[in-house]
């Protein structure tokens, strides 16, 4: 697995500068289904973004059977950020897609045509259907026209309130072919961010909205609209946790190391965590000096000295138990040789300290080792 650098930087002459930040707190405590992805949430948002969730999430199929939610947090494609609320974990694929929680700073132009677009009249919905109920080759050009303007247009437009003084709009969006059935919507703006809970929803055979789907949207929208938000939160940003990994650096320097770069945005891929800890830590060792590329006579010193360092079991569980008893969230703490794929991961346990990750033999990068497991290259 290969160590990448491209998110956060920092070598020791800039520690408290690139890589620290500003301590931010939440008392946020969204739903446990979300507990897997609170801190991929926390440590992805930009600065000055947040992200709500719903401390509550109840969500059913066609049958009426509640849809067991797989939560991933990634970019959106229209702007913004997403949960992706899927039926099977690590899926990404559409077929998998139930149901999803936006956030962004301004409206798309996908919730702009939600919000503007006309709504189809009772009138019009009669004549589709009857239009639909005949055979195609009775269908005139104006019955075309009609059936091509109705995929995808707004059914239904309602306006709602979440909590005190904070509106939405409940939309109901029609099918666009039978690859895409007809979808719910709640979007609403609270704390100069935008938000959207788009799932399932339509209307019946009477031209009614079900109101199962349209229940379950606005609970979700209105919990996350009383929730305190998520925000940023950087596990180095604690005072304790800074302070501890500056030790650290600083005995690593005592013992030869020439610059140790750090890298706090490495995203966990074991599963099995015993702990409800999400951060992780990179140390690497480098044997240059940070001013210079120069293999000179001290490079090869460090270099030296750097592979003893990693040949060192019980030096790096001392370094990784003393980091994570100092870092209120961290679960990985990684030693690794920097321009290499030479990395040891400590993982946190249920007694909080920390073990040394063992070789796995899987060669399948896609699936998730066991927590106490690693691919070594």
């Known amino acids: 697995m290969k160590l990448t650098l491209l998110n956060v930087v920092a070598s020791l002459s800039v520690f408290g500068t690139s890589l620290i930040f500003q301590t931010q707190y939440t008392t946020a405590k969204p739903a446990p289904v979300f507990r897997p992805i609170q801190g991929d949430i926390q ?7 947040v992200m709500r969730l719903p401390s509550t999430l ?7 059977s509640q849809v067991q939610i797989y939560p991933r947090f990634d970019n959106y494609s229209y702007g913004g950020f997403a949960v992706f609320l899927e039926t099977s974990p690590n899926c990404q694929a559409r077929a998998c897609s139930f149901a999803l929680i936006t956030v962004a700073k301004d409206y798309d132009e996908y919730k702009k045509d939600l919000l503007s677009s006309p ?4 009138e019009q919905l009669l004549r589709i259907e009857r239009t639909r109920n005949r055979h195609y080759e009775t269908w005139t050009e104006a019955d075309k ?8 247009a707004v059914l239904v437009r309602e306006r709602i309130t979440l909590t005190k003084g904070v509106k939405a709009h409940y939309i109901i969006r029609n099918a666009m072919g039978a690859s895409t059935p007809s979808s719910g919507a709640v979007i609403w703006e609270q704390g100069g961010f935008i938000y959207g809970v788009i799932g399932p929803g339509g209307i019946d055979e009477k031209n009614q909205i079900e109101q199962r789907w349209k229940t379950e949207l606005i609970n979700t929208a209105r919990s996350m609209s009383t929730e305190p938000p998520i925000v940023p939160k950087k596990v180095l940003a604690q005072s304790s946790c800074k302070n501890t ?3 650290v650096v600083n005995q690593m320097r005592i013992k030869g190391v020439r610059q140790v770069i750090l890298d706090d945005q490495y995203r966990i891929n074991n599963a099995g965590n015993p702990t409800n800890r999400t951060g992780t830590i990179t140390l690497s060792l480098s044997s240059y000096n940070q001013h210079s590329a120069t293999q000179d006579r ?9 592979d003893n360092i990693l040949r060192s079991p019980v030096l790096l569980k001392t370094w990784a138990d003393l980091i994570v008893a100092n870092c209120e969230d961290m679960a990985e703490v990684t030693f690794a040789e920097d321009q290499s794929d030479r990395r040891i991961d400590y993982a946190i346990q249920a007694n909080g300290k920390t073990r040394k990750r063992e070789c796995s033999s899987s060669n399948d990068f896609e699936v998730p080792l066991p927590w106490n497991q690693q691919h070594c290259i």
């Open 43 to 49: 440590r992805q948002l930009p600065k000055g973004w």
């Open 58 to 64: 109840y969500m059913t199929d066609y049958q009426g």
């Open 119 to 122: 709504i189809l009249s009772t």
């Open 145 to 152: 026209e009609l059936l091509t303007q109705a995929e995808g």
């Open 245 to 247: 990994i500056q030790k």
């Open 298 to 306: 001290q490079f090869y010193q460090s270099g030296y000295k750097i």
